[in-house]
């Protein structure tokens, strides 16, 4: 028996069983037959090749379907991203992080303003036995059973309070998380949610999900490339280019972190206006905190703007994990006691 956390993003889908994680873009693409295997050089990671046969189709995930696939599917729809690639990301995490047949207990999350709408749809897409097939990369193919017998879906930004709040024993460790009024603004790739915990108690008022993601930058950054040179970049392949401070297009290197400085800049200014007409009458909020994957990388530009206490985050935080680690213990904390006695029997 296992309890998995998936947080499946528009940018990445992340998981954990608390072991392991994995991280890898969600994306995917039509499966090719390769016809050289080899690595030139150097191993690759497990992230790297997720060559995946579910209900008859032949899919490549992530870098893979990004490197290998003549179609590729990407999406900034949330109707969309439920229908057609919510499942193949979440059964593309979990080829890696179970064994077949294993009874699996899976936590995942969805932004504010959608969970509502999508929480029983994702509960049905996802509960089961679902079969499937992993070639791994020297073309061998084994099958699989991933076998989901519970999920719980909650607010995505819980998954950052439970994350702080519970150790890795998922036992209360940070009391200041239990106790006080905690602001969450989790900056993913397309949303940016905000919500309040109020001594743990869910505040509807204080809680809201807007399309002011990192990609609003990136479609920025994106636009200026396409006037300079001509070309349109997919959002999904800028990531790596900001990290570097640059990208070469058509053997032109072009800096970017002039561009990106400016994105950055409004899309922060943006969120922190957002944030302080949401929280205008939770002037006692006692601490903020500031989580996903946008949130690392805009973290340094927004900081400055908010009106409060912003949780300071130690070196060795990866702020990208912070909701999938959250899923995990909130998942430990509850099914705890039944796994404790599986493993008894």
């Known amino acids: 028996m296992a309890v998995v956390g998936i947080d499946i993003g528009f940018g990445f889908t992340k998981a954990t069983n608390g072991r392991d994680t994995l ?156 106790q006080e009024k905690i602001g969450i603004i989790d900056i993913g790739f397309r949303t940016c949610d905000c919500t309040i915990a109020d001594r743990t108690r869910y505040s509807e008022r204080g809680s809201h999900t807007w399309d002011a993601g990192i990609s609003k930058a990136f479609s920025a950054i994106a636009a200026q490339l396409q006037e300079i040179t001509g070309v349109n970049v997919e959002l999904y392949r800028l990531y790596e280019a900001v990290d570097r401070g640059q990208i070469k297009i058509r053997g032109k290197a072009i800096d970017l972190k002039p561009m990106t400085a400016e994105a950055f800049k409004k899309l922060a200014s943006s969120i922190a206006g957002d944030v302080e007409r949401l929280w205008v009458d939770d002037w006692d909020i006692d601490v903020m905190v500031i989580t996903g994957g946008g949130g690392a990388v805009l973290s340094a530009y927004l900081r400055p703007l908010l009106n409060g206490e912003v949780l300071a985050l130690t070196d060795d935080t990866d702020v990208r994990l912070q909701n999938v680690r959250g899923y995990w213990k909130y998942g430990m904390n509850t099914w705890g006691r039944e796994l404790r006695a599986a493993a008894r029997d």
């Open 23 to 178: 991280i890898f873009k969600s994306i995917f693409g039509e499966a090719s037959d390769i016809q050289y295997r080899e690595q030139l050089l150097g191993q690759s990671s497990q992230e790297e090749h997720l060559h995946l046969e579910i209900d008859g189709n032949s899919y490549f995930v992530g870098e893979l379907a990004e490197r290998q696939s003549n179609v590729r599917s990407f999406t900034l729809d949330q109707d969309q991203f439920i229908a057609n690639f919510a499942r193949i990301m979440a059964l593309s995490a979990l080829s890696r992080m179970v064994e077949s047949n294993d009874p699996t207990r899976l936590v995942t999350g969805l932004p504010i303003s959608y969970y509502r709408r999508h929480r029983e749809e994702v509960v049905k897409l996802l509960t089961g036995k679902q079969e499937l097939a992993i070639l791994d990369a020297a073309g061998k193919r084994t099958s699989r059973v991933i076998n989901i017998s519970h999920v719980r879906v909650i607010p995505q930004p819980f998954g950052t309070l439970f994350n702080h709040m519970l150790n890795d024993l998922a036992e209360v460790s940070d009391k200041r998380f239990v």
